[in-house]
């Protein structure tokens, strides 16, 4: 604990939110202003969580994008575990996924009615139950982006080598790269900046955001987690936004190797291979996702129990694909905090823990 | 939806949901009278005395958990909420639903904690209640205990009088109980530091009698935590309470535990704390007083009632400010 109390040190906050205020001051007198996407929900919720939109000056705008796992999931992946409950499979997820609509109902309702959906705190949870329940099939919810993609992966490994057939993985991977290069490509939106995830850049690597940088692209800071982390990242983009440069920095360089964690690399690139993927406000998005390579393939949910992950059904007025793109604040959707709560969640971006609408809502009303 | 319909984990977590059940369900046929407000404990005229009466179920799992048992945690349960009500606890009814299977052994073993903490705590077991049901029936254990007390003179406690200005103190560090029995339930084992704060608070509410009449607000921050308790008071008021986060007290492995899991320990049970709210003028006597006794070492002031609307915030370490919600439930079931 005494390394993250080093990241929250009060004295080294209040030094670092002025030399923001004296840069930001800077901009402004080049009549300029900042908007920073961050596109990792974590960075969302410490943002939130921290008070950090709080102390930014007015012309440095920290706007949330694609960065919660659960959200950028479609109902119609909830629907196909909801199927597969039905079907007596005891459904393994992490809590996050609980709560979230599908296109008719929770997986927390489905439960309710008698179906078996267990909330599982590290993968290997999984392995547990398909091994206390040899006559039940169980399915694992994989879903995330490249932090969790290696864990999880582990799981068919594990499975293979031990032998456990009633074991499988209904996945929805996604890729964070694929997913900035789209956003960087919409017209609509004005990024000055992208604000990089700890976790995922520690798996892929600082390199992997050269592609965005340079004359075209726009300035990528890789920041840790804690508020420390993120006031020196905004310090950074500013510095460089000012000096008009468009680079790499990486300011979580504790964790983050310019190539990433290579063994990670390789044991997604065993077990899984590139697919196009569907995300909520982006759409499809070209080798966006990964599944499970064909010599792996009992391990596959989806061609094991032969089911089929549709789009599914938006729900009615639900504005989370605008909001998971950037384009809308959250405070902005005419359903937040009143059609739209926590209990009541209208859309993913308000129910799960790293959604944008559940940040604001509740850090910031 | 169907959240109507079937009764969820989420609606016994002591957050939002459970709330709303209670005020659907329970308030609205039995909440005229004592029940109104929901206070811990109802306060009732007894002859020309008034009497504390109150109930507690506990279904916590594991049985035994590092810090305590479901045996001393009903007995600290009942007896707490006798005490943030302001009253000296007395007498206590054990109701024991027993799956068939429990071992006598583990049986004798919570019996002889209620005994020994009932002892601690000056209260008599004066009535009791044993069922057995079959095996999956129940998982264990489950006990109820009703407590009876009598109201200490002095304490005049009213959420309506708490007024801007006044202070929130916090009796020792929050939420250890409840990651102390997820940590068990869920083996994770961060080391030997973090254990149950389950705790009698009887002997803080006595010493600070002579002070009463400025306390104006006691509760043991169980279900929900802290973030519960405060916003319980702020709501419908033109008040709120903003609390600093450098001086919230939480102990290392609560960090630990709250970092790695997600959960803010804001929201997470305590079972042997008490969080007060009192006049400024009284605030460092009391902090004095307790911190000069073995359960109230590390109590600390932790906020203040603001002129705000109906809000609890916290000022964080990077000087923004944010709220302090209500957890919607379910983070952690069955912890008491």
């Known amino acids: ?365 | 939806m169907n959240s109507d319909t079937t009764i969820q984990l989420a609606h016994g977590g002591g957050g939002r949901l459970s709330r709303d059940l209670i005020n659907a369900e329970i308030v609205s046929r039995f909440g005229q009278g004592p029940l109104e407000g929901l206070p811990d404990a109802a306060t009732l005229p007894w002859n020309s005395k008034k009497m504390i009466f109150t109930t507690d179920s506990f279904v916590v799992q594991p049985l035994e958990f590092p810090g305590g048992n479901i045996g001393d945690l009903a007995v600290y349960g009942t007896v707490n909420d006798i005490s943030v009500c302001g009253g000296t606890p007395k007498w206590l009814s054990m109701g024991l639903i027993i799956e068939e299977g429990l071992s006598i052994s583990t049986l004798r073993h919570i019996l002889d904690s209620i005994k020994t903490a009932a002892s601690a705590c000056g209260v008599v077991i004066a009535t009791g209640d044993t069922k057995v049901v079959g095996r999956g029936q129940c998982d264990g254990l489950f006990v109820n205990t009703s407590g009876i007390g009598e109201a200490i003179d002095g304490f005049n406690l009213n959420q309506a009088r708490i007024a801007e200005g006044d202070e929130v103190i916090a009796s020792g560090n929050l939420a250890d109980h409840g990651f102390a029995v997820l940590a068990a339930r869920q083996n994770i084992n961060i080391g030997s530091t973090l254990k149950s704060d389950t705790a009698p608070v009887h002997r803080l509410v006595e010493a600070v009698q002579e002070y009463a009449c400025e306390v104006k607000f006691m509760r043991d921050p169980t279900r929900g935590g802290l973030a519960s308790v405060l916003n319980e008071v702020v709501e419908n008021r033109n008040i709120g309470i903003c609390l600093d986060e450098t001086d919230l007290p939480f102990s290392t492995g609560t960090k630990a535990l709250s970092e790695m899991l997600g959960i803010d320990p804001l929201h997470v049970a305590s079972e042997g704390r008490i969080v007060m709210i009192c006049s400024h003028l009284i605030t460092e006597k009391i902090l004095t007083r307790w911190r000069n006794m073995p359960e109230g070492t590390g109590a600390m002031k932790i906020g203040t009632v603001i002129n705000d609307k109906n809000r609890v915030t916290i000022k964080t370490i990077t000087g923004g400010k944010r709220i302090v919600d209500v957890p919607r439930g379910e983070l952690l079931p069955r912890i008491c």
């Open chain 1, 1 to 365: 604990m005494k390394y993250i109390d080093g990241f929250r040190n009060p004295a080294a906050a209040s030094r670092l939110r002025e030399r923001i205020t004296d840069l930001a001051g800077t901009l402004k007198r080049s009549g300029r202003t900042a908007t920073i996407m961050e596109v990792c929900g974590t960075h969302t919720m410490a943002i939130a969580r921290f008070g950090i939109r709080d102390i930014l000056p007015d012309n440095v705008d920290l706007i949330s994008g694609p960065g919660c796992p659960v959200c950028v999931t479609e109902p119609g992946y909830i629907d196909a575990a909801i199927t597969l409950a039905k079907k007596d499979a005891m459904i393994v997820t992490f809590g996050d996924m609980i709560n979230v609509p599908g296109s008719d109902m929770t997986l927390a309702q489905c439960r309710a009615q008698g179906a078996s959906i267990e909330v599982a705190y590290s993968p290997s949870s999984a392995v547990a139950l398909a091994q206390q329940h040899p006559d039940r099939e169980v399915v694992f919810l994989a879903i995330g982006f490249e932090t969790t993609i290696a864990p999880v992966t582990t799981l068919v490994g594990t499975a293979a080598g031990k032998g456990i057939r009633n074991l499988s993985l209904l996945t929805a991977f996604k890729l964070v790269p694929p997913a900035l290069k789209v956003l960087m490509a919409d017209p609509t939106l004005e990024i000055d900046a992208f604000l990089c995830p700890a976790h995922v850049s520690a798996i892929i690597g600082s390199d992997a955001y050269i592609p965005y940088t340079g004359p075209k692209g726009v300035p990528c800071v890789i920041a840790g987690f804690e508020p420390l982390d993120i006031l020196l990242g905004i310090e950074g983009i500013l510095k460089q936004l000012i000096n008009e440069k468009a680079e790499v920095e990486n300011q979580y360089n504790r964790v983050v190797r310019p190539e990433g964690n290579i063994k990670a690399k390789k044991l997604m690139e065993k077990y899984l291979q590139p697919v196009d993927a569907r995300w909520r406000g982006l759409g499809l998005v070209t080798n966006s996702g990964l599944e499970i390579r064909r010599e792996y393939e009992t391990f596959d949910a989806r061609k094991k129990h032969n089911i089929k992950i549709r789009k599914g059904k938006e729900p009615a007025g639900c504005l989370c694909g605008d909001v998971i793109k950037g384009k809308l604040k959250p405070t902005a959707c005419p359903l937040f905090a009143a059609g739209c709560t926590p209990d009541h969640a209208v859309g993913p971006c308000m129910i799960s823990s790293e959604g944008s609408c559940a940040a604001y809502y509740k850090y910031s009303r």
